[in-house]
Antibody
């Protein structure tokens, strides 16, 4: 069974870069059958899709964050990563990584447990 | 961006009740609509995809319907483990967007 696990600093200072990694186990990230996404959720609020990457390297980003976001993949480590620069308190949220099948209807069928990132000095 | 509006934002129900949650898209999204269940402190879990397809392992008391702009998630007989927040999400266009969520509470 595939599992996803987020990791990274839980506290980031304003104006700095938030960096998270999602490690995939139970399956190869380079199988070509999935997109790999980042989604976030501020406390008590709804879900916001940040963006996704395909192992071929193509990406899609949320226009509201596109100027600050980079998603990359490291197939040798079976990981994909999120970088969000120039963070503010508004970027404080639980960040999830998720899998999205390449074939058929897009949906997030497996999720990581989530990691809380707080932006504060 | 396509706006997803869920109603109600919260509801109270008894175990055994039939519960219906509505999701409306700001433009037609065909059947590119997914439903998720989220319990406190946990990641969302996929219940329904493509508007009406039941995700593997999800109990058959969950069902989805709709197309175009109007969609429903129905729980035929609410169970204690179903008290949670439910989210709809469109996969028709970028950026992917979610509804604001519907919290289902015990009456």
């Amino acid at each position: 069974q595939v599992q996803l696990q987020e990791s990274g600093p839980g506290l980031v200072k304003p104006s700095q870069t938030l960096s998270l990694t999602c490690t995939v186990s139970g399956g190869s990230i380079s199988s070509g059958s999935y997109y790999w996404s980042w989604i976030r959720q501020p406390a008590g609020k709804g879900l916001e899709w940040i963006g996704r990457i395909y192992t071929g390297g193509s990406t899609n980003y949320n226009p509201s964050l596109k100027s600050r976001v980079t998603i990359s993949v490291d197939t040798s480590k079976n990981q994909f990563s999120l970088k969000l620069n120039s963070v503010t308190a508004a970027d404080t949220a639980v960040y999830y990584c998720a899998r999205d099948p390449y074939y058929g209807s897009d949906r997030f069928d497996y999720w990581g447990q989530g990691t809380l990132v707080t932006v504060s000095s | 961006d396509i706006q997803m509006t869920q109603s109600p934002s919260s509801l109270s129900a008894y175990v055994g009740d039939r519960v219906t949650i509505t999701c409306r898209a700001s433009q037609s999204i065909s059947t590119y609509l997914n439903w998720y269940q989220q319990k406190p402190g946990k990641a969302p879990k996929l219940l329904i995809y493509a508007a009406s397809s039941l995700q593997s392992g999800v109990p058959s008391r969950f069902s989805g319907s709709g197309s175009g702009t109007d969609f429903t998630l129905t729980i035929s007989s609410l169970q204690p483990e179903d008290f949670a927040t439910y989210h709809c999400q469109q996969s028709y266009s970028f950026p992917r967007t979610f509804g604001g969520g519907t919290m289902v509470e015990i009456k």
